[in-house]
């Protein structure tokens, strides 16, 4: 599904990657690891479309993602939930969801302005797959709640759901357990699970929760200073010497 094939990417004399691989297929659970600074965000924005590199390339069902747009990248199936929550305040958990259905409206501006029928069956139509979302995320006591008003767990559930308002076929999770306590964190891993299971959608995830990593993921690749040091299952990275080096200090993980 996604082919990153060896991309460099510079800062004003600054590598951030160098020279970096992965490869997804559909359907897997991919884990981005690595110490702060290895590079892990930057790869995600050189895929979402944030970030351009200087070489290699990025090749996503077959298509160059370095000559697309981060707009079309979005209508072809590519997600992101931030680390830094990306909601309005003022939005209902409803509201904040349906804006990530905006690329799939099909109606035109008339249609909208009239409030035509064509423009009700549309809204209709991607209200009842929000609704569903909600379901799924267990959010329905908080669908008519403001945004601005809801605890810091819920709210990476609503984060999680606007990104998969988006129908993606691959969904960028960048460190969705950062902040919350065990009991949250039990329960995003079990969101992750179900959206691999259930939905079908695959998933590349960064986290700094090491454990909760090699419990979820089918493969790991770990970065350090921009450079890739080792992929494969979560059972070979734990005991990697690199690994063990660069991330944990030296001593496995248990």
Not at 130 to 145: A, G, H, S, T
Not at 185 to 205: C, F, H, N, P, S
């Amino acid at each position: 599904m996604l082919d990153v094939d060896a991309i460099t990417l510079r800062f004003a004399g600054v590598t951030a990657l160098e020279h970096v691989s992965l490869s997804v297929d559909e359907g897997q659970l991919i884990a981005v690891i690595g110490p702060n600074g290895a590079g892990k965000t930057s790869l995600f924005n050189c895929i979402s479309g944030l970030y351009r590199p200087q070489e290699g390339a990025i090749r996503f069902g077959g298509n160059d993602l370095l000559a697309t747009s981060t707009t079309d990248r979005a209508r072809m199936g590519i997600a992101r939930m931030f680390q830094n929550l990306a909601l309005y305040d003022h939005l209902t958990v409803l509201a904040n969801m349906m804006i990530g259905r905006h690329h799939c409206y099909r109606s035109r501006w008339w249609d909208d302005l009239f409030w035509n029928r064509s423009a009700r069956a549309e809204e209709v139509r991607h209200r009842e797959a929000v609704e569903k979302l909600i379901d799924f995320l267990d959010l329905e006591r908080y669908r008519n709640q403001f945004a601005g008003v809801l605890p810091y767990g819920v709210l990476k559930r609503v984060e999680l759901g606007r990104a998969l308002a988006m129908e993606p076929k691959l969904l960028l999770l960048d460190e969705p357990a950062a902040g919350l306590n065990q009991e949250e964190t039990e329960d995003m891993a079990r969101y992750i699970l179900d959206i691999k299971d259930d939905l079908g959608v695959t998933q590349i995830l960064i986290e700094h929760d090491l454990h909760l990593v090699l419990d979820l993921a089918d493969t790991v690749s770990v970065l350090d200073f921009g450079r890739e040091i080792a992929t494969g299952t979560p059972d070979e990275v734990r005991v990697h010497p690199e690994v063990l080096r660069a991330y944990v200090g030296g001593e496995g993980v248990a």
